[in-house]
């Protein structure tokens, strides 16, 4: 593999590794501070047990986060100078508000609230918690922001004598139309997964450890449980309006994600495709009539553009050369995001059904506490390969290709150095990850003692670590 290559690969495994842990940080911190609410306003001690327990979980996973998505700034730098070179003016805007409005939020918060327990008054200390709630949001949605740039490029102007893009309208890269599905539907997604993350270790308790704190896990099964269903839908919803959006601005990622080579008007929604190897066409194919044309216009009878007709466009609006992503990867991703994703849900489903009405989880569902948490993380990673494999062969789609923007002075041997040192760094880290987890999560709620009630001065009292 020649240097783009490689550089490719190594984006596409340190992103992948960073964002298994950025939808359990999201969802996690909201579950924990909804946790929070719950004991402030009941006062009932298995919220705040609960609270303490899964705000340790949701520490751990944001400190390997945070050391993770560190390395994407530096790719940047290292192997796509380029690329950083043509949209440093525009990211400049959002990515700045990131680290200085969303992340001091996050870093600040998360102090208070880890030192605060029996400092704070009960109510400043749950705004702590909320606040890192804010905090998370808005980092994702500036870090949205400038990826939606990279779809669908508005509010700039293109500097032909600097050869780069410069921001004129910060508003309209913030009010994208991209990213304004796509943050919902991040966001549901995210949920998903810290929904059964819960339901997943309160699952493994109930089973394993049925006498020890059985109704406090059977509130956080349901809880979780729940969590997952509701955040199912909202996806579904969301996912059909970005799928609109994504048909108007990226109409061959669309027919990428349905192989749909020949306009067709109506569409149909191909369930299961075999094509040739190079993805140039398609064998066979099942496939639901009109459903394609609904999800990519909104109308039954829609026209939805072919990867073949898009293609002869594309040569003519931008030059000689294959405007055509990974077709069999765009295709199958799309699908198993989908596919992975319902499967979350009827699990999710299923649990609360068997466990209605005090009913205790049968003992073989110890089978699902651990593919329970990783399915919806699962189809996450599955979305976001389709993201971003589907807007290729663009970095910025319709102005900087790939292969524009991967740093002229850097070899094959840098960037294979770099890749190797990066994957023995992250398979140690995932190691003390799932170590750290594991033991955390066996040793199960610990015994506390409320705070005072609203106590904030007591001078000999020693600032502590609440854990």
Not at 424 to 433: D, F, R
Request: with cysteine.
């Amino acid at each position: 593999m020649d240097t783009l290559d490689l550089a490719r690969w190594q984006f596409a495994i340190t992103t992948v590794y960073h964002f298994f842990f950025v939808p359990v940080t999201i969802s996690l911190v909201a579950i924990t501070a909804g946790l929070q609410t719950a004991w402030y306003r009941t006062g009932k001690e298995k919220y705040l047990r609960l609270t303490k327990f899964y705000g340790k979980l949701f520490l751990i996973n944001i400190a390997m986060g945070v050391v993770t998505g560190l390395v994407q700034e530096f790719q940047f730098g290292m192997n796509w100078s380029d690329y950083s070179r043509f949209v440093g003016d525009v990211f400049g805007a959002p990515l700045a508000l990131e680290g200085l409005l969303a992340f001091f939020l996050e870093s600040t918060f998360i102090g208070l609230w880890i030192f605060g327990w029996e400092r704070l008054p009960k109510l400043v200390h749950l705004g702590c918690i909320w606040m890192v709630v804010l905090g998370t949001q808005l980092s994702a949605y500036f870090i949205l922001a400038a990826n939606s740039w990279m779809q669908n490029p508005v509010g700039f102007r293109y500097n032909p004598e600097r050869g780069r893009a410069e921001l004129t309208d910060l508003w309209a890269v913030l009010t994208n139309k991209v990213v304004l599905v796509t943050f919902p539907h991040t966001i549901f997604a995210a949920f998903m997964v810290g929904g059964a993350f819960v339901a997943g270790v309160a699952l493994w308790h109930l089973i394993r450890r049925p006498l020890v704190d059985k109704d406090v896990f059977r509130s956080a099964l349901k809880i979780g449980a729940s969590v997952v269903l509701v955040a199912s839908v909202g996806v579904a919803i969301s996912g059909d309006l970005q799928g609109k959006v994504m048909t108007e601005v990226q109409p061959m990622k669309m027919a990428a994600a349905e192989a749909l080579y020949e306009t067709e008007k109506p569409a149909s929604f191909s369930v299961f495709t075999v094509g040739t190897l190079d993805g140039s066409k398609e064998i066979f194919s099942i496939k639901l009539p009109y459903l394609l044309s609904f999800l990519a216009t909104g109308h039954f009878k829609g026209e939805v553009k072919g990867i073949n007709s898009l293609q002869d466009a594309y040569e003519q609006l931008y030059g000689p050369g294959s405007y055509k992503p990974n077709i069999p990867l765009t295709y199958w991703t799309f699908r198993l995001m989908i596919g992975v994703g319902m499967l979350s849900a009827a699990v999710a489903l299923w649990l609360l059904w068997t466990t209605r009405r005090g009913r205790a989880p049968a003992h073989w569902l110890i089978w699902l506490a651990a593919p329970l948490p990783l399915l919806p993380l699962i189809a996450n990673t599955f979305g976001w390969i389709f993201t971003e494999t589907g807007r290729q062969p663009w970095l910025v789609f319709g102005l900087l290709p790939t292969a524009s923007g991967v740093s002229p002075s850097t070899t094959s041997g840098e960037v294979i150095t770099s890749l190797v040192g990066f994957t023995l760094l992250y398979g140690a880290l995932a190691v003390v990850e799932t170590k750290l987890m594991l033991r955390t999560i066996r040793g199960g709620l610990a015994g506390t003692d409320e705070p005072a009630e609203d106590s904030p001065d007591q001078p000999d009292k020693p600032l502590s670590f609440a854990y």
